[in-house]
């Protein structure tokens, strides 16, 4: 058998693996974190864990994951570079899975809001967080912990997946993660963060401005909100994109083009 790569221990009771998939919407790759009693020596294979994110199907990094005792795995939301490997996952591990869609979890019922978690010696709360996507879910793990999937990304801005993502959403859900205490960031891409209010505050004034930049063009074009499109924008606000971005940007455009039309 190849050598399987190791997790890091980025913190007591909290490992990293970055999944082999990176590109300019994924970063560096995603991140799968596995979490394990914070007062164990050592994270070792067998160590029984929780998994947040097994990523996507790529054998290395599902075999990697599976060196350990995965007692259940969770998904921050439906994109599939963080559930693509669930089912390759489950024949390896044979752990239940759980998300807030039905169709990608497995042996075990849906997230709720709110709900607290303990398994492998973490105690874990699911908080709903629509946005990014509508189905989108961040956890805290000991109360000290907080991983965000997509919802707040290590570096840059996530996307909206518009209409199932919306921007009324996506700010109340940051405001929601703003009115937890600060603690460590654990984004799916993207480098980990000390604390998050910094982060979330950045977000929040990016989305503000953001949103300005589009009254802005829309002000130049002499149109409302619901008069225009993305396409019309898309060069106004982003002058400088990478090409390859354009359709996220797009979808974040009509978002905040809906934004205002519902806000007016």
Same mark, same amino acid.
Do not use: W
């Given at each position: 058998?190849?050598?399987?790569?190791?997790?890091?221990?980025?913190? &007591?009771?909290?490992?990293?693996? $970055?999944?082999?998939?990176?590109?300019?919407?994924?970063?560096?790759?995603?991140?799968?974190? !596995? !979490?394990?009693?914070p007062g164990? &020596?050592?994270?070792?294979? @067998? $160590?029984?864990?929780?998994?947040?994110?097994?990523?996507?199907?790529?054998?290395?990094?599902?075999?990697?994951?599976?060196?350990?005792?995965?007692?259940?795995?969770?998904?921050?939301?439906?994109?599939?570079?963080? $559930?693509?490997?669930? =089912?390759?996952?489950?024949?390896?591990?044979?752990?239940?899975?759980?998300?807030?869609?039905?169709?990608?979890?497995?042996?075990?019922?849906?997230?709720?809001?709110?709900?607290?978690?303990?398994?492998?010696?973490?105690?874990?709360?699911?908080?709903?967080?629509?946005? *990014?996507?509508?189905?989108?879910?961040?956890?805290?793990?000991?109360?000290?912990?907080?991983?965000?999937?997509? $919802?707040?990304?290590?570096?840059?801005?996530?996307? !909206?997946?518009?209409?199932?993502?919306?921007?009324?959403?996506?700010?109340?859900?940051?405001?929601?993660?703003?009115?937890?205490? =600060?603690?460590?960031?654990?984004?799916? *891409?993207?480098?980990?963060h000390g604390?998050?209010?910094?982060?979330?505050?950045?977000?929040?004034? *990016?989305?503000?401005?953001?949103?300005?930049?589009?009254?802005?063009?829309?002000?130049?074009?002499?149109?409302?909100?619901?008069?225009?499109?993305?396409?019309?924008?898309l060069e106004?606000?982003?002058?400088?994109?990478?090409?390859?971005?354009? @359709?996220?940007?797009?979808?974040?455009?009509?978002?905040?083009?809906?934004?205002?039309?519902?806000?007016?």
């Amino acid at each position: 058998m190849a050598h399987l790569s190791s997790p890091t221990v980025i913190a &007591p009771g909290i490992g990293l693996l $970055t999944a082999d998939n990176p590109s300019e919407m994924t970063l560096d790759g995603t991140n799968s974190y !596995l !979490l394990f009693d914070p007062g164990s &020596p050592a994270l070792a294979p @067998g $160590t029984p864990v929780v998994l947040i994110d097994p990523g996507p199907e790529l054998e290395a990094h599902l075999q990697a994951l599976a060196q350990f005792d995965i007692q259940l795995v969770l998904v921050t939301h439906r994109h599939a570079d963080h $559930t693509g490997g669930i =089912d390759r996952l489950r024949q390896l591990a044979g752990a239940p899975v759980r998300a807030k869609l039905a169709e990608f979890c497995r042996d075990a019922p849906v997230l709720e809001d709110h709900e607290a978690i303990s398994l492998a010696g973490v105690d874990i709360q699911v908080l709903s967080t629509p946005g *990014h996507t509508s189905d989108s879910a961040c956890f805290t793990v000991q109360d000290s912990h907080l991983f965000t999937g997509d $919802t707040v990304l290590g570096r840059g801005t996530t996307i !909206l997946e518009h209409p199932d993502g919306t921007l009324s959403d996506y700010l109340a859900s940051l405001n929601r993660l703003l009115d937890l205490p =600060d603690m460590p960031l654990h984004p799916a *891409h993207g480098q980990q963060h000390g604390t998050s209010h910094q982060l979330l505050r950045a977000y929040l004034e *990016h989305r503000e401005s953001r949103l300005d930049q589009v009254r802005a063009a829309l002000q130049k074009l002499g149109k409302a909100g619901a008069d225009a499109t993305p396409a019309e924008l898309l060069e106004l606000v982003y002058p400088d994109l990478d090409p390859r971005l354009a @359709g996220a940007a797009s979808r974040s455009l009509e978002a905040q083009l809906h934004y205002l039309a519902s806000n007016r």
